[in-house]
């Protein structure tokens, strides 16, 4: 005997618990594994990035100077900062028998370019340099070049927008420092005829005897006494 189903009744089915489940119900979402650990974001290192400003004297010996660096690439291109680019500075290249540069000296113009960030944030200037002159300075300067190396990356933008980004980026760029003032030479002691170092002259020495001098009273002379006088 057979039992019959009822046409109205819910068709079940019954699963062996033993059973391996062989798919899962659909989401709508892409079979994508997740990213474990991450890449790190793009980047290019540029030995020369797209900066300039002027620089000028705070100190009337013409020792200290502050350099103003600004991203100078054309405003509504591909080289436009912008979010998800960050450009870090490494380093900086300037004549190192004239100038060095410091951390500090001009921390009320503005953030240090040491170890600074430029970013679509940053300000005009972006950054100050402190420019040292290396005394004593004895000729002109022959390059007043600032030139500044830099990382830039891109966390947050396609690998093309970056890539555009660093092709306007390498134009490259650079500040002009102001040329201090020279110091006089100091004067070399051996160059005195006398060998004097105080260079002053001893007086010379009179080996015979002068017109002017007074003679002796205690001397006579044997003209001034006659001889023979008459008796």
């Known amino acids: ?46 030995p020369r990035l797209p900066v300039g400003g002027d620089s000028e004297f705070i100190d009337d010996t013409e020792n200290l100077q502050c350099a103003n660096v600004s991203w100078i690439v054309e405003a509504g291109g591909p080289g436009e900062l912008r979010r998800g680019i960050q450009i870090k500075i490494t380093d900086f290249k300037l004549d190192e028998q004239s100038f060095r540069y410091s951390r500090e000296g001009c921390e009320d ?24 002159t290396n005394r004593p300075l004895l000729s002109t300067p022959d390059n007043t070049e ?3 190396s830099g990382r830039i990356e891109c966390p947050d933008v396609s690998a093309s927008t970056c890539e555009d980004f660093v092709e ?6 650079s500040i002009s420092l102001s040329a201090p003032s020279v110091d006089a030479p100091e004067e070399d002691p051996s160059s005195d005829p006398t060998g004097d170092p105080s260079g002053e002259q001893e007086p010379e020495e009179d080996g015979g005897q002068s017109g002017s001098e007074t003679p002796n009273p205690d001397e006579s002379s044997s003209d001034s006494t006659p001889e023979n006088l008459p008796g």
């Open 1 to 46: 005997m057979t039992s019959a189903t009822n046409p109205g009744d819910p068709v079940t089915s019954a699963t062996n618990p033993g059973d391996p489940v062989t798919s899962a119900p659909p989401t709508g979402e892409p079979d994508i594994p997740p990213d474990e650990g991450g890449d790190p974001p793009p980047s290019v290192s540029l």
């Open 168 to 173: 306007a980026a390498e134009e490259g760029g």
């Open 146 to 148: 600032l030139r500044i």
């Open 109 to 132: 113009r503005g953030p240090t370019c040491v170890g600074y960030t430029i970013t679509v944030d940053s300000d005009n200037p972006a950054c100050v340099l402190a420019v040292l």
